[in-house]
């Protein structure tokens, strides 16, 4: 079993920056996949961001390539999630989840074990 905890949301100006971080309980997490997730209110869940279970995988969604680093300390049970330039449109609930397929960076909802409850990021124009 892992339990996902994510932290680090807010609000912020566009322009801004702020680092979200997703702890994970259970001693093996370090052969997990992690992704990032998110959902603004109205809208479908959407893909943002996925890393193998050693880090040499990444995937981005086409929306934040340039400016969203995706992240993981094994040691630390933790993934992370940098966001720069944070625009407006990327308001929504960022939820982390994590698969046992370790190798893995795509993002199908289907293929994730565990899910956190997400943090809460808004940011003001």
């Known amino acids: 079993q892992v339990q996902l905890v994510e932290s680090g949301g807010g609000l912020v100006q566009a322009g801004g920056s702020l680092r979200l971080s997703c702890a994970a309980s259970g001693r093996t997490f370090s052969s997990y996949a992690m992704a990032w997730f998110r959902q603004a209110p109205g809208k479908e869940r959407e893909s943002v961001a996925a890393?193998?279970?050693?880090?040499?995988?990444?995937a981005y969604a086409d929306s934040v390539k340039g400016r969203f680093t995706i992240s993981r300390d094994n040691a630390k049970k933790t993934v992370y999630l940098q966001m720069n330039s944070l625009k407006p449109e990327d308001t929504a609930v960022y939820i982390c989840?994590?698969?046992?397929?370790?190798?893995?960076?795509?993002?199908?909802?289907?293929?994730?074990?565990?899910w956190g409850q997400g943090t809460q990021v808004t940011v003001s124009s």
């Open positions: 890393l193998s279970w050693g880090g040499g995988r990444i």
């Open positions: 989840a994590a698969t046992a397929s370790r190798d893995y960076v795509g993002f199908s909802p289907n293929l994730y074990d565990y």
